[in-house]
């Protein structure tokens, strides 16, 4: 069973930066696509970042520039980069697994990843 566990939110004023962190568990890191998902109360989940195994990286539009995402294959883990944060970052954010890589067309959807972490709260007030 592989499990997702993430750490680093909390609560920054516009225009900070957050870090935070996912550490796998289980089975190996492999192939997988790693990414990260936001999900604001009321709105549906939101693709952020992913990261492949050959760390090819890919951004939703609203945070390229500002996030960045990293993996350490040899440590299991998954890093989101956070800086210049405005409010609209608000939510809760989700580290998410794909034991295949499917190609980059599913990278974006909730429905390609295996596993999720139980999230962690980003709060950017004004």
């Known amino acids: 069973q592989v499990q997702l566990v993430e750490s680093g939110g909390g609560l920054v004023q516009a225009g900070g930066s957050l870090r935070l962190s996912c550490a796998a568990s289980?089975?190996?890191?492999?192939?997988?696509?790693m990414g990260w998902f936001r999900q604001a109360p009321g709105k549906e989940r939101q693709f952020v970042a992913a990261?492949?195994?050959?760390?090819?990286?890919y951004y939703a539009d609203s945070v390229k520039g500002r996030f960045a995402i990293s993996r350490d294959n040899a440590k299991n883990t998954v890093a989101l980069q956070m800086n210049s944060l405005k409010p609209e970052d608000t939510a809760v954010y989700y580290c998410?697994?794909?034991?295949?890589?499917?190609?980059?067309?599913?990278?974006?959807?909730?429905?390609?990843?295996?596993?999720w972490g139980q999230g962690t709260q980003v709060t950017v007030s004004t």
């Open positions: 990261i492949t195994w050959s760390r090819s990286t």
């Open positions: 289980g089975r190996t890191f492999g192939s997988s696509v």
């Open positions: 998410a697994r794909a034991d295949v890589d499917r190609g980059s067309v599913y990278y974006r959807s909730p429905g390609a990843y295996d596993y």
